[in-house]
Each structure stands twice: as C-alpha cells, then as structure tokens.
C-alpha cells in the first residue's frame, strides 16, 4: 500500500469543514459526532503506520513513520501523533491533516514507548539505551525537553498517572516500577514487582495501577497512594501490554508467548477470560467507548479486534511488518 500525503482523517476532516462553510453546520456536527475513531499502528519493519477505521474494521491509508516506529501516542484534540523512530533517535511529530511528518526531536539511542499527559501538556518518552525518560513539552517549538535518568535498564514505557502527576516506568532488566515526580523531573521511588515489567495502565481515578510482568507471567495490581503490591493475578506466559475500560472494570493483558489476551475484573482482580489473537501480541489500545480492543500482533503483521462486551475476537486486520502498538483517536 502506498503512503499518501492525506489519509482518511484528513479526507473527513476536510468534508465536515466544508458542510460548515456552505451553512450546514448541523449536518457537519452529526457527521462529526457519528464519525469513528481511527486507529494508528506503527509498524516497526515495515517503517510505516497503517490506519484502521474503526468503523468498517478496514485499514484506509498509510502515514510515513520513519526508520524504525514504535512507541505512538495523540494529543487529546486528535491534531497530532507522536511516534518514536528507535532507529533515528528521534520523536516524529505527524500532523494528522496533511499526513506529513511536521518535526523530528531528539530524544537519545533506542527510544521506545512515549506517552501524552491527559492534559496535552507533556509527552513522555522511555530511551532503552540511555536508561532515561524524556519528557517534553509538545507545544513549544524545541520541545523544551528534559532528561530523567531511571533504576531500571532498557526502559521501555512511561505512563502518565490520570492526574498527570507522577509517571511509572517499566524496564527490560529490572524487578521494580520506576515513580518519577514529573513536576520535579526526578525519580522519588520504587515500587518492587516481577522479572522484567512491561505494559502499565491506571484505573481512571488515579488509585491503582496494573503492571505486566513479563518474566513472571504475573500482573501485579499497585495500591498508587502507598506504593505497594495489592495483588499478584497469575496468567499467561510473557505477559507485555495492558489496557484499561473506560469504566476502570476491567484490565486487558496480551500474553506475548501464547498469543492470547487476558482479561482480569478488578473488582476481583480474577481473569474472566483467556482470548486467542495473533502471534506474539504486544501492545494494545480501546475504542474511547470501550467496545472494541485493537491487539497488535508482532509476528503476525496483524491487528486482532475483540468485542469487549461478549469477550470474543471479531476478525484480524493485516497491517505492516511487525507492528508494536496501537492508538486510537
């Protein structure tokens, strides 16, 4: 597939502006608001991003990504992603109506996961080969970055506390959680969990926090406001990326070594169900109204999509080589 200048975001964008200029701004508001959200996956081989629409399940363009994607997040408003280039170094900033790559910003060697603040005002980003995280602030030209150094080696995600407050930082090579101040720009503590933690997700308000522990096939619940261990829910092998419902009910885990998802109640923090993807499942996201998880399989060069109400898998789209992750938006 080729990589045109302006995907179907841009396409719709486009149709709604021109509704509001011909007077129609009521139909303008009801396309805009029955219009469903894109999903953006990088493809890591591949060295671009495929975009799925949610609506028909079906990939509608590609976006230049780079040398080497990985880590894709969005602002909140849906104008901008923010991908990084583990090959270039680099943080690519694609603006979302043109299709284009508008800047590149320098983060260190091998940056991985980058995460956006739910605010809008900081971005994230774990660099594996600088054990660092960076952390930025989009909206100014340079980025105005920071450098944070981290316990953990080969850091690979870096997620945003909801209130924006404290950042959580997963490694390859470490046997705890990283807690970074971000209004300090420093690391305040630890939090001890299993053998090498990957994927991190919060509940909405902010009081717990899930964390995949790939060498133990564990996920460990976090009580945030002491920093401790609640829970240890045993599930499949190399667990690696987590999303959480809308509603905080649920937390989804891909299990990397068995091509499945589980899915924990947090009520309980029980697994109520164990889905079979693609090969190796990596990183995943949620439809903003929760009803469908889009699961990037690596070795399968595919995205499975799972109905979250009947717990079962729809389809699975072929997308690029080796895609790491998904966003939606």
């Known amino acids: 597939m080729g990589r045109p200048a302006a995907g179907a975001p841009a396409a719709r964008s486009r149709l709604l502006a021109w509704l509001a200029v011909l ?15 894109f999903a953006y996956v990088p493809n890591e081989k591949s060295g671009n991003i495929s975009i799925i629409d949610t609506a028909t399940d079906q990939v509608s363009g590609t976006l230049p ?26 943080l690519l900033v694609i603006d979302l109506a043109t299709g284009r790559i508008e800047r590149q910003l320098p983060l260190g060697d091998s940056p991985e996961g980058v995460y956006v603040s739910a605010d809008g005002q900081r971005l994230a980003a774990a660099v594996e080969d600088n054990n660092s ?8 030209a340079d980025g105005a970055s920071v450098n ?7 850091p690979e995600h870096a997620v945003f506390s909801p209130d924006g407050r404290w ?9 705890q959680v990283d807690v970074i101040d971000v209004a300090a720009a420093k690391v305040v503590g630890s939090i ?14 902010g009081h717990r926090a899930y964390v995949a522990c790939e060498m133990a096939g564990k996920v460990y619940a976090v009580d945030v406001d002491r920093r401790q261990v609640v829970a240890e829910i045993k599930i499949g092998q190399n667990p690696a990326g987590v999303a959480v419902s809308p509603d905080g009910k649920r937390v989804f885990v891909s299990n ?3 091509g499945t998802v589980s899915v924990i109640d947090t009520a309980s923090n029980a697994v109520l ?21 889009y699961v990037a399989n690596g070795r399968s060069n595919s995205v499975s999509v799972i109905d979250t109400g009947r717990l079962v898998k729809l389809q699975d789209i072929s997308v690029g080589e080796l895609p790491w992750g998904v966003v939606i938006r």
Do not use: H
């Not at 990504?65 to 680099?90: E, F, N, S």
């Not at 950042?167 to 046997?175: G, H, P, T």
């Not at 169900?273 to 998880?293: H, I, Q, S, Y």
């Open 23 to 37: 007077g129609l701004a009521g139909l303008a508001m009801a396309g805009q608001a029955q219009a469903a959200p």
């Open 65 to 90: 990504g780079g040398i080497r994607p990985r880590g894709i997040a969005a602002d909140p408003a849906g104008r901008q992603l923010y991908v990084t280039d583990a090959k270039a170094g680099a």
């Open 133 to 140: 995280v960076v952390l930025l602030r989009p909206g100014q």
């Open 148 to 154: 944070v150094p981290v316990q953990g080696k080969n």
């Open 167 to 175: 950042l959580y930082v997963s490694a390859e090579e470490a046997e």
């Open 192 to 205: 001890a969990v299993g053998r090498r933690p990957r994927g991190i997700g919060f509940l909405p308000d």
């Open 256 to 258: 990397g070594k068995d």
């Open 273 to 293: 169900a164990t889905l079979e993807v693609g090969k190796r499942p990596w990183n995943m996201a949620l439809t903003p109204d929760g009803t469908k998880l």
